[in-house]
Every structure is written in C-alpha cells, then in structure tokens.
C-alpha cells in the first residue's frame, strides 16, 4: 500500500507541473528562466544526493562515453523537450498539453519496434491506435485554449521526448544508477539554459517576488519530491505496477487544470482522456511481456524517473512511461 502511494504522490506531482508553470507565467518569468531555475536547484539537491547514495552502494564510475551522452540526454534532448513543453503551456491548455505530451507511450512503441528493439504486437498496436483515437477525440472536444502553435509544441514534446527516451537505452546497461542519471541530467540542461540564456538575453529576474512560489513548486515538488517519491515506491511495488500507477500524471493535470485555473471539463474530454490511458495501460503490460530475451527493456528514460530493480546491479530495468517507458 505504502508504495502505490508513493507512486501516487509521484504522479501527483508531476500532473500539478504545468499548473505551475502557468501561474509563474503570471508572475512574470519567461520559459527560459523558469526551466534554468527548476533544474538549477533540482541538480543542487539530487548530485549531492546521486553522491552519497553512490558512496553507500559503490565506487561510481562515470566513463568518457556516458558522460558525453549524459551531456546529450541534459543538455540537448531534455532541454529541448522542456522548452517545447512549458512553452506550449502558454499557448493552450495545461490540460490539453499532457494529454498530447502523453503520445509519447506509442511513440517510443513504435520507435523501438522501427529500430529492431522491441516487437510491435497486436496488442501494442492496439494500444497505440487507442492512444492516437483518444488524443484526436481530445483535439476536438477538449475545453479551453486552442492554438496551431501550442498543439506543434506539444507534439514536438512528445516527439523530442521518445528520442530522449530512446537514446537514453544506451545508458541502460551502464550501470549508472537512476538517481545519478537524474542528478547529472539536471545539471546539463541548467548549464545548458544558463549558456543559451547568457548569450541570447532571454534569461530574466526582474520577475515579481510571488514569482519566487511557482518556481519553487516547479523545481522542488514537480521534479525533486515527484522523482524522489517514484524511486521509493518503485522499490516497493516494481517497475510494472509503477508504471501503470504514474498514469495518474495526466489525469491530475486534466482536474487541476479545471480546478485551478478555470477550465472546464466536457464529456468528450473525459472519454478522450480514458482512452490515452487505456492504450498507455495496454501498451505497458504488453510490452513488459514482450522484453529482450535478457529481460532489459527496449527503452529507458532517465530523468522522469526510470523505474529500476534495486536487486538488479547492472542498472535500470523497465523504463518508466513505455512503461516507461516513457522524456
């Protein structure tokens, strides 16, 4: 029980993240310095803490090679499927943005099955048509702001999210724990803000000093106690059941939304909604089923929370939302 709510917790957390991403938008702060602040204290609290959990298991080691796609994975790919992601935030609803952010399940399907790591059965096929049918019956019928520019940015989330998620089956097998990827992850996409910010301009602080909430909420519950809280569960109940428990990420974001900030909640939203879930839930059981003869998944993702087997001390197991897979 503790675990399913941690898990839940978890979800909880990650689902209130683009409600407050929008009041800090009130607040005055730009995506660009949103995002450098949300990984810059997030990587100040989880190295300190990859360290020390390293030190009580082994001597980390960190090879030439991972710390490159380290780089990659932080600097580059989650950077930009957090650009693209808060910044659709803006542009429709928060609502609308995870439900579209939530194709990411189908995508890293058919992505792993195109690069020969995974097989699409039927029933992952399945699971991935019900997904798209209940994002397009969301596109027509789900309340609140609709823009040509905010649903781009939120498939582009989705899409740079699988290539993170893909590419990041290459740390996989390394033996990194979770928690290390995370922390080093973090880190490179806040260098990585603070560069680009520095030398375009778009890094501001003239925000209002309310601002200072959102942003704290973003960078301390939405990613720190959200991926701390998955970790602890996923220990207790697996990487399956954990998987299937943080489905509860979007429906949170869909009633927060409503709840929060005024939106509204139609039928057909619901039934939308239903459906992304199920084809997600039925992608994730099938997939499990479907593993490497060696029993590592296709694809890993290492920064909303990968789940792992802390038995397993050759690294990651299931990845969290391909479930998870997936971002």
Not at 36 to 56: D, E, K, N, Q
Not at 116 to 124: C, E, N, S
Not at 176 to 183: I, S
């Given at each position: 029980?503790?675990?399913f709510?941690?898990?839940?917790?978890?979800?909880?957390?990650?689902?209130?993240?683009?409600?407050?991403?929008?009041?800090?938008?009130?607040?005055?702060?730009?995506?660009?310095?949103?995002?450098f602040?949300?990984?810059?204290?997030?990587?100040?609290?989880?190295?300190?803490?990859?360290w020390w959990?390293?030190?009580?298991?082994?001597?980390?080691?960190?090879?030439?090679?991972?710390?490159?796609?380290?780089?990659?994975?932080?600097g580059v790919?989650?950077?930009?499927?957090?650009?693209?992601y808060?910044?659709?935030?803006?542009?429709?609803?928060?609502?609308?943005?995870a439900?579209?952010?939530?194709l990411?399940?189908?995508?890293?399907?058919?992505?792993?099955?195109?690069?020969?790591?995974?097989?699409l059965?039927?029933?992952?096929?399945?699971?991935?048509?019900?997904?798209?049918?209940?994002?397009?019956?969301?596109?027509?019928?789900?309340?609140?702001?609709?823009?040509?520019?905010?649903?781009?940015?939120?498939?582009?989330?989705?899409v740079?999210?699988?290539?993170?998620?893909?590419?990041?089956?290459?740390?996989?097998?390394?033996?990194?724990?979770?928690?290390?990827?995370?922390?080093?992850?973090?880190?490179?996409?806040?260098?990585s803000?603070l560069?680009?910010?520095?030398?375009?301009?778009?890094?501001?602080f003239?925000?209002?000093?309310?601002?200072?909430?959102?942003?704290?909420?973003?960078?301390?519950?939405?990613?720190?106690?959200?991926?701390?809280?998955?970790?602890?569960?996923?220990?207790?109940?697996?990487?399956t059941?954990?998987?299937?428990?943080?489905?509860?990420?979007?429906?949170?974001?869909?009633?927060a939304?409503?709840?929060?900030?005024?939106?509204?909640?139609?039928?057909?939203?619901l039934?939308?909604?239903?459906?992304?879930?199920?084809?997600?839930?039925?992608?994730?059981?099938?997939?499990?089923s479907?593993?490497?003869?060696?029993?590592?998944?296709?694809?890993?993702s290492p920064?909303?929370?990968?789940?792992?087997?802390?038995?397993?001390?050759s690294?990651?197991a299931?990845?969290?939302e391909?479930?998870?897979?997936?971002?």
């Amino acid at each position: 029980m503790k675990g399913f709510l941690l898990i839940g917790l978890s979800a909880v957390c990650f689902g209130l993240m683009p409600v407050f991403a929008v009041h800090a938008y009130g607040a005055g702060l730009n995506v660009p310095t949103l995002l450098f602040l949300r990984f810059a204290i997030a990587s100040g609290l989880f190295l300190p803490y990859a360290w020390w959990y390293s030190a009580r298991r082994q001597r980390l080691r960190i090879s030439r090679a991972d710390l490159v796609r380290l780089v990659l994975l932080g600097g580059v790919l989650y950077a930009a499927q957090s650009t693209l992601y808060f910044s659709a935030v803006r542009h429709i609803s928060p609502a609308l943005a995870a439900l579209l952010l939530y194709l990411y399940p189908a995508l890293v399907a058919v992505g792993a099955a195109l690069l020969g790591r995974d097989r699409l059965t039927p029933m992952v096929a399945v699971s991935v048509l019900v997904t798209l049918g209940g994002v397009t019956l969301s596109l027509g019928h789900l309340g609140g702001r609709l823009g040509i520019t905010g649903i781009a940015e939120a498939l582009g989330a989705a899409v740079v999210y699988t290539v993170y998620i893909l590419y990041g089956d290459r740390l996989s097998g390394g033996g990194l724990p979770p928690v290390v990827v995370t922390g080093f992850v973090s880190f490179f996409a806040a260098l990585s803000f603070l560069v680009v910010g520095v030398s375009g301009g778009s890094l501001s602080f003239g925000f209002r000093p309310l601002g200072w909430v959102p942003v704290l909420c973003v960078a301390l519950v939405s990613t720190v106690v959200a991926i701390l809280c998955f970790f602890s569960g996923l220990a207790l109940i697996g990487p399956t059941k954990s998987s299937l428990g943080s489905m509860l990420e979007p429906v949170v974001s869909i009633v927060a939304s409503a709840l929060l900030l005024g939106g509204e909640l139609t039928g057909w939203q619901l039934v939308g909604a239903a459906m992304v879930l199920t084809g997600a839930a039925t992608g994730v059981l099938f997939r499990r089923s479907a593993a490497t003869p060696s029993g590592r998944p296709a694809a890993a993702s290492p920064m909303r929370p990968e789940p792992f087997d802390p038995a397993d001390s050759s690294g990651p197991a299931e990845p969290l939302e391909t479930r998870r897979r997936q971002p």
